[in-house]
């Protein structure tokens, strides 16, 4: 019971370190709508999406093996933060390099400018944030990530419309915030302690072969997710316009409330796997876990499709507002995509991260081949649907490695049932038939609480004698 414990107490830490600032970012959706024109907030969309298709390459996924194996007790914390920050200071070096290169062929250099600083400020802070949480600081991560975010949308607003910078107040912003969050970090958990210099301390290249063993095989994974959830916005680029782009950027802000719910319990439920003992505990945690994750994401993923055209009317202006069409399919397909985020944790708990990658090259070969067709037929909707199959392969071929390997065994009959749902509210919300999902929606909640609350009266009760 006491991982249980464990478990409420990290989520409400990480409600903390994501939850205000993501809400937050959710209302000033407006102000981007008002003052950013489709074409400037689709550059902001493919400029980030670039960032995250290189951070794990030129990091190594550096950061996720630094709070796997500095949680675990069993290695100097001196040494991993030393092999973490130099393995990041080497990527970035050859990422300088590559970027000097590539302005031989650009003529707005400033846009590279701000990349690189970008790059780094959001590297540095990622690996800091993974080290205090190996610290078992996470109170101090949150507080610090909890204010970087509201620092970062306040500036926004006073660059973006107050000063009229537009694009370029965006990312100074970014790069503001950033940094405040690394001087907090430094100067409140004492990093710079923690460096070693190879005149101070060998270099323990043992420990650098089994972190970046770890590391590594998390890069083509984080390459493959990123043709799932990015590849849709260059195609959509090439084949219709900046403009679209800037359109279905705009509706994948509508799910932030479902993505942000995702980020903490993964964050918690990552953590707390790292902390139980055996694998035999991991299987019983895993099964009464992913139950309840299953249906609270459920019942957020339909609300949100039932409102998607109420919220669209309030969120988006001028000619933001027919990007309410591809909230239900996006909404959808993040619902999977979470619900994969989940499934993929008990493999890095148990280190076993090839089936991560294994499991995730099948869903980004099958985007690839779907989304220039369904994007020349059907443009946005067609990017939508093509990385909504490519989740639902993931989905499904998680399920059956996972059951073969800890045979851990799944509600296959309640998991159709919920495909069905989802599918047919989303059908009717596209062609506006509110009603109905109005009345779908209403019954399952009422259902999922009338059976849950017993259970939740029961586990609450236990707690209270830990």
């Given amino acids: 019971m006491e991982k249980y414990k464990n478990l409420l107490q990290n989520i409400g830490v990480f409600v903390l370190a994501n939850f205000a600032a993501r809400i937050l970012n959710f209302f000033i959706l407006p102000l981007y709508t008002f003052y950013l024109s489709t074409e ?99 109170k101090i991560m949150a507080l610090i990530t909890t204010f970087t975010g509201f620092l970062i949308l306040t500036l926004n607003v006073l660059f973006i419309a107050i000063l009229k910078k537009g694009i370029n107040g965006y990312w100074s912003a970014t ?39 770890y590391s590594i095989p998390l890069i083509p994974n984080a390459l493959f997710w990123w043709i799932n959830s990015s590849l849709d916005r260059w195609v959509l680029t090439a084949v219709t316009g900046i403009s679209t782009v800037g359109l279905y950027s705009c509706a994948n802000k509508i799910p932030t409330i479902l993505s942000t719910i995702n980020t903490i319990v993964s964050q918690a439920w990552n953590l707390s ?101 369904m994007v020349y037929l059907w443009e946005g909707i067609g990017a939508a649907v093509s990385t909504l199959i490519s989740y639902l392969t993931v989905y499904y071929i998680r399920l059956k490695k996972i059951k073969s390997i800890y045979e851990i065994s799944f509600d296959m009959k309640r998991i ?34 009338w059976i849950s609350y017993s259970d939740i009266k029961k586990f609450m009760g236990q707690l209270k004698r830990y």
Avoid at 183 to 205: D, G, H, I, W
Avoid at 339 to 366: E, M, P
């Fill in 40 to 138: 400037e907030y689709g550059t902001i969309d493919l400029f980030n999406t670039m960032l995250q298709l290189l951070y794990p390459i030129f990091t190594f996924a550096i950061a996720d093996a630094v709070l796997r194996y500095g949680i675990s007790n069993k290695y100097d914390l001196k040494e991993i933060f030393t092999i973490g920050l130099n393995t990041i200071l080497l990527g970035f070096s050859c990422l300088t390099l590559g970027v000097f290169i590539a302005g031989i062929f650009f003529t707005d250099k400033r846009i590279l400018f701000y990349f690189l600083l970008i790059f780094f400020v959001q590297a540095i802070n990622s690996f800091f944030s993974a080290f205090v949480k190996a610290l078992n600081k996470t």
């Fill in 273 to 373: 796997l790292f902390q139980t003992d055996t694998d035999e505990e991991r299987k019983k945690f895993y099964i009464d876990v992913f139950y309840y994750f299953n249906e609270i994401i459920f019942c957020c993923s339909i609300g949100i499709i039932m409102l998607s055209k109420v919220v669209g009317n309030y969120m988006f202006l001028n000619d933001f507002f027919e990007a309410w069409i591809y909230i239900p399919v996006l909404t959808m397909g993040l619902f999977y995509n979470s619900l994969n985020s989940f499934l993929g944790s008990i493999f890095t708990a148990s280190k076993k991260t090839k089936y991560i990658f294994s499991t995730t090259i099948v869903g980004s070969v099958i985007n690839m081949i779907l989304n220039f067709p």
């Fill in 416 to 449: 159709c049932l919920q495909l069905f749902f989802i599918t047919a509210e989303v059908i009717i919300v596209m062609n506006g038939m509110l009603w109905i999902p109005v009345i779908m929606v209403t019954i399952y909640c009422v259902k999922f609480i």
């Fill in 175 to 213: 790069i503001a915030g950033n940094i405040v969050g690394i001087v907090l970090y430094m100067f409140t958990c004492k990093l710079p302690a923690y460096y070693r210099t190879s005149k101070e301390q060998k270099v323990n290249k043992k420990l650098i072969k089994e972190m970046l063993a």
